[in-house]
Nanobody, 123 residues
Framework: QGQLVESGGGLVQAGGSLRLSCAASGRTFRSYAMGWFRQAPGKEREFVAAISWTGSRTFYADSVKGRFTISRDNAKNTVYLQMMSLKPEDTAVYYC????????????????WGQGTQVTVSS
């Protein structure tokens, strides 16, 4: 069984930056596409970004395009989400997830999930 553990969340002012990390253990996720999702209170989990297993392909939700960057270091079995120009509406629990196939923005397609890390952006 594999495990994904997110870290790097916290409280930041609007306009600030954070970098989230997702460390995999128990199995290698090097051949998996990885995604970041987020869930705000009272809302459904929504797609944020995804990256192919090689890291050569990425795509983003329109709401974060140009502000967030997903990347991965397969040698470290870690995926990152660099978040810039944060807005209060970015406040949510952020989850990383693994999928055998690249290209999905649907949570149901992802096989492994982390426990989430809270990001709070104050105005």
């Amino acid at each position: 069984q594999g495990q994904l553990v997110e870290s790097g969340g916290g409280l930041v002012q609007a306009g600030g930056s954070l970098r989230l990390s997702c460390a995999a253990s128990g199995r290698t996720f090097r051949s998996y596409a990885m995604g970041w999702f987020r869930q705000a209170p009272g809302k459904e989990r929504e797609f944020v970004a995804a990256i192919s297993w090689t890291g050569s392909r990425t795509f983003y939700a329109d709401s974060v395009k140009g502000r967030f960057t997903i990347s991965r270091d397969n040698a470290k079995n870690t995926v990152y989400l660099q978040m810039m120009s944060l807005k209060p509406e970015d406040t949510a629990v952020y989850y990383c997830a693994a999928d055998l196939q690249y290209g999905s923005r649907w949570a149901r397609d992802y096989n492994y999930w982390g426990q989430g890390t809270q990001v709070t952006v104050s105005s």
